[in-house]
């Protein structure tokens, strides 16, 4: 019975937006940082405008609210009254563009208030002067799915899968670092594969590629520790994405799959997500140089023969 597997690459790049020595923990997730880009297509578009609320100096995004510094209690007491006729699923957006969020007066007591109010869809906008750094690359996929032997496996197929899977995560790396170094400060994930963690048929070319990135992090990791970036990896097996579609829209290769993990299952996006998220917040700020194996137990385990 011939094993399909598939790897992806993935890369996130996120930034701790609190200083080194801070105890306490930001109010806001990294879910609910907003990019400039997605509110300015709603807006252009006119389809699912969140209710914009400025907390800042200024009003400078068309239709906001201003509410004035939120720094001061009666400002806080304004915006406080403004919410009371929003619904809790209201879709919120607070902003202030005064300075980089590690230094703003005027968020953390709004944001603060909203999630003591009770607000499920509340965010912050993200804008030039706010960020440290936050280069999320949403979604990115990238990667070689050619699974054949190494006899099989042509030049032009290698020295693709080498720059799909391993060359891209070194320049977004590079890319990253040149801020990243400036703040001191950073989180940045990659995906490798679990056909880099065990021997797997017909994969020689991925699970190089894969392994590279996985010997790319822990250098990495040791290279900057001493400017407080982390590095680390998640290594994920078939996972239910638009990529892997070639394997999970086909029955047979899906049942397949699934019989080969000790759980009956393939992974979904949000048990990677959910992992992913972790490591890119200050709950994980001792972890780095770290790969962790998401598939179900197949690379870890022998499982019982199923009835």
């Known amino acids: 019975m011939k094993k399909i597997y598939f790897s992806i690459l993935l890369l996130i790049i996120t930034s701790c937006n609190q200083s080194q020595n801070s105890k306490t923990q930001e109010p806001w997730g ?46 806080i007491e304004k915006l406080k009254s403004l919410v009371s ?26 944001f603060t208030l909203m999630n003591k109010l009770g607000f499920k869809n509340h965010k912050l906008f993200l804008g030039k002067k706010n960020k ?11 990667g070689s799915i050619i699974i054949k032997p190494a006899h099989l496996t042509n030049q032009a197929q290698w020295l693709d899968t080498l720059n799909l899977n391993l060359s891209s995560a070194f320049y977004a790396m590079k890319e990253a670092l040149a801020i990243m170094q400036k703040q001191s400060n950073g989180s940045l994930i990659f995906y490798s594969s679990t056909a880099a963690r065990i021997g797997i048929p017909n994969h020689e ?8 990135i996985e010997a790319l992090v822990r250098s ?19 996972t239910d994405t638009d990529l892997a579609k070639p394997i999970t829209s ?26 992913t998220a972790w490591l890119a917040s200050d709950a994980a700020k001792f972890v780095t140089g770290q790969c ?12 019982k023969p199923r009835a």
């Not at 440290?132 to 949403?138: A, D, M, Q, V």
């Not at 070319?205 to 590279?212: L, P, Q, T």
């Open 132 to 142: 440290i750094l936050f280069s999320l690359i949403p979604g990115l996929t990238i």
């Open 220 to 238: 990495a990791a040791a290279s900057y520790s001493n400017r407080n970036i982390r590095f680390n990896c998640i290594a994920p097996g078939l």
């Open 250 to 275: 086909n029955p047979q290769a899906l049942e397949i799959s699934k019989k080969m993990s000790p759980l009956n299952a393939i992974a979904q996006p949000e048990d990677i997500a959910s992992l």
């Open 30 to 75: 990294v879910s609910q940082l907003l990019e400039p880009k997605l509110l300015s297509y709603k807006i252009k578009s006119g389809k699912d405008i969140p209710k914009i609320i400025s907390i800042g100096p200024g009003v400078v995004i068309k239709n906001s609210i201003g509410i004035g510094e939120c720094r001061y209690n009666k400002n």
């Open 85 to 110: 006729d929003y619904k809790k699923d209201d879709k919120i957006v607070l902003y202030c563009g005064c300075c980089p969020f590690k230094n703003c007066p005027n968020i953390r007591p709004a």
């Open 292 to 303: 962790f194996t998401v598939d179900g137990g197949l690379s870890a385990t022998v499982p």
């Open 205 to 212: 070319a991925i699970a190089a590629s894969k392994a590279g």
